[in-house]
């Protein structure tokens, strides 16, 4: 379904750092409720929060570039649309959840929380693949992090 055309050059950078607001805005949210987590029951490999976080914020940027390289392809623009906003649901979702988990605490909420979100990520990645397979590629890496992420909160659900 791609149109003829050059790629769009500025898409996929301006993207990626958009994408990198909402990962910003939650981690600044939750800094002072990181202690939370270490005082947690977790299920085995699980790591610890610094390394989560960093790799979080990997993801995050493997996010933005799927999206960076569906805005820049020559797909059809209802299904870039499409792929678009099933990622601003999949970002309002990863910011609510360490809200959720760390700064309130709710357990069984956070992880029903990350069970919408992989629902959400696998449609994303369904979504990205449609416009460009290299992008849906990428966002396949990041529907596996929020599925070790869903056992990681069920582990924790469970625990505790």
């Not at 990198?20 to 202690?35: E, F, H, I, S």
């Not at 493997?62 to 678009?84: D, I």
């Not at 649901?89 to 809200?99: D, K």
């Amino acid at each position: 379904m791609a149109r003829p055309g050059p790629r769009r050059r500025g898409g996929p950078l301006l993207v990626t750092a958009v994408t990198l607001v909402p990962g910003g805005l939650a981690a600044w949210w939750v800094r002072y409720d990181t202690a939370f987590y270490d005082v947690l029951l977790k299920p085995p490999l699980s790591p610890p929060f610094a390394l989560a976080a960093v790799l979080g914020a990997a993801f995050w940027l493997v996010a933005g570039a799927a999206a960076g390289l569906a805005v820049a392809s020559r797909g059809h623009p209802a299904l870039k649309s499409a792929a678009l906003r099933l990622l601003a649901a999949h970002l309002g979702l990863s910011v609510a959840l360490p809200v959720c988990l760390l700064r309130w605490g709710w357990l069984l909420p956070a992880f029903a929380l990350q069970a919408l979100n992989v629902a959400v990520t696998a449609c994303m990645t369904a979504a990205f693949a449609r416009v460009e397979r290299e992008a849906g590629l990428l966002a396949l890496a990041r529907l596996a992090w929020e599925g070790y992420l869903l056992y990681l909160l069920l582990g924790i659900a469970v625990l505790n």
